[in-house]
C-alpha cells in the first residue's frame, strides 16, 4: 500500500520556491487539483496512464471502477474540463488519453 512520505519538522518548515505563482496561474492549477481530489478520478487518470498507448476507451474502464458508464462519463469530462485528458471520438466510443504537460505543471508546483 502506497503512503505519502513523512517530513520532518525541519524540512517543513523551508519554503517550496523562492518565487511566488502568478494569481492566474494558481486559478488554473487549483481547478486541477480540484479536479483529482476525487478517488474515482485519480483511479481514472491511473488507469488510463497504466494502459498500453497511454489511452483508452471509456468503455475499458467502467469495470475496474465498478461505476456506471454514465457515471464514468461525467468523471472523464470533469478530467478533460480540467485540461488533464484530452479526448478523441471513434465511431461511438470516446477514447481518452493523459495530457502529460497538466501533469508536469502539477508536480513542478509540488518540487
Known amino acids: 500500500m502506497w503512503r505519502m512520505p513523512r ?3 525541519a524540512i517543513s518548515c523551508v519554503p517550496l520556491s523562492s518565487e511566488s505563482l502568478p ?7 487549483a481547478g486541477s487539483f480540484k479536479a483529482l481530489s476525487e478517488p474515482a ?16 476507451c471509456v468503455c475499458n474502464l467502467v469495470a ?5 458508464q454514465p457515471t464514468v462519463t461525467h468523471h472523464l469530462q470533469v478530467l478533460h474540463r480540467a485540461g488533464l485528458l484530452r479526448r478523441e471520438k ?10 502529460r504537460r497538466a501533469l508536469e505543471a502539477l508536480r513542478r508546483v509540488l518540487r
Open 41 to 56: 478520478r485519480l483511479r481514472l487518470l491511473s488507469l488510463i496512464l497504466a494502459q498500453p498507448g497511454g489511452e483508452t
Open 64 to 68: 475496474p471502477l465498478g461505476l456506471s
Open 7 to 9: 517530513l520532518s519538522a
Open 23 to 29: 494569481s492566474a496561474v494558481a486559478r488554473g492549477l
Open 90 to 99: 471513434r465511431g461511438i466510443w470516446v477514447y481518452y488519453r493523459v495530457e
